[in-house]
C-alpha cells in the first residue's frame, strides 16, 4: 500500500471517532430524563442565544429546515417564527423519549408546522429533497456514524441547501474528550462528505462556533 492512501486511511480513520464518551448519559431512559432537565434549562437561552442563531441562519418565511437532534424541542418555536405560518420545521431526533417531550412542548406552543421523524444513529431517516436548511446544535460530537448520517442529511437537503453546525471547541469545553472532534477536523470531516464548506464564527468566544455548509 502506498504511503499517500495509508495516510489517507488513517486520517479518515481519525476523523470518524465514536462518540463514546458523549454519549454515556444517552444510554439510558433514566440517563435521558436527567439530560433533558438541562435541555429544557431556563438559563440556557443566555448561554445558547437562539435568537442570534436563527438570525445567522438568514431563514425566509416559506422555507423547511430540518433541526437535527432537537433533543426536547428547545429550538423549534425560534425556527418556527422564522419560516412562518407557510414554512415548516421537521424535527428529528433518533429517541422516542425525546421526540414525545419534543411534541408536547410544539403542542403547549400551539405549533402546528412541525413534523417529527424518528431517526438511527445511522440514519437520520429524513424525507428526500424537503429542506432548504439543517441546524444541527449541539448534537455533532455525538455523531457515531458521521459519514452515514452527513449521507442521509446531504439527501435531505434541496440542492444548494445549506447546513449549520453548532459546536463547542474541545479546548472550550469542561471536559475535552467529551467533544469528538475540534473545529478544523469537524470541518474536513463534513467537506468530505458532500458539502462544501462556506464560512465559520463563534457563537459564544472560545466556548462555541458555527460553522456554515452548503450541498454540493
Avoid at 29 to 57: H, I, Y
Wanted: hydrophobic share 45%.
Amino acid at each position: 500500500m502506498k504511503m499517500s492512501a495509508l495516510l489517507l486511511i488513517l486520517s479518515c480513520a481519525a476523523w470518524s471517532q465514536v462518540a463514546t464518551n458523549a454519549n454515556t448519559g444517552y444510554r439510558t431512559e433514566e440517563g435521558r430524563a436527567r439530560l433533558a432537565n438541562t435541555l429544557a434549562a431556563s438559563d440556557r437561552d443566555g448561554r445558547q442565544k437562539p435568537v442570534e442563531l436563527v438570525a445567522a441562519m438568514q431563514l425566509k418565511p416559506g422555507q423547511t429546515v430540518i433541526d437535527l437532534g432537537t433533543g426536547v424541542g428547545y429550538m423549534l418555536p425560534h425556527l418556527v417564527k422564522a419560516v412562518g405560518p407557510t414554512g415548516k420545521v421537521i424535527a428529528m431526533d433518533i429517541f422516542p423519549d425525546f421526540l414525545k417531550k419534543a411534541r408536547e412542548a410544539a403542542a403547549k406552543d400551539h405549533l402546528t408546522n412541525v413534523d417529527f421523524v424518528l431517526g438511527t444513529d445511522q440514519d437520520p431517516r429524513l424525507p428526500a429533497d424537503s429542506a432548504d436548511a439543517v441546524l444541527i446544535l449541539d448534537a455533532y460530537h455525538h455523531f457515531d456514524y458521521p459519514e452515514k448520517s452527513l449521507a442521509g442529511i446531504a439527501k435531505a437537503l434541496h440542492p444548494g441547501g445549506r447546513l449549520f453546525l453548532v459546536d463547542f471547541y474541545k479546548s472550550g469545553f469542561r471536559d475535552p474528550a467529551h467533544i469528538r472532534l475540534d473545529q478544523a477536523d469537524v470541518i474536513k470531516e463534513v467537506e468530505a462528505n458532500g458539502f462544501t464548506f462556506e464560512r465559520k464564527m463563534d457563537h459564544q468566544e472560545k466556548v462555541q462556533y458555527i460553522a456554515v455548509f452548503r450541498k454540493k
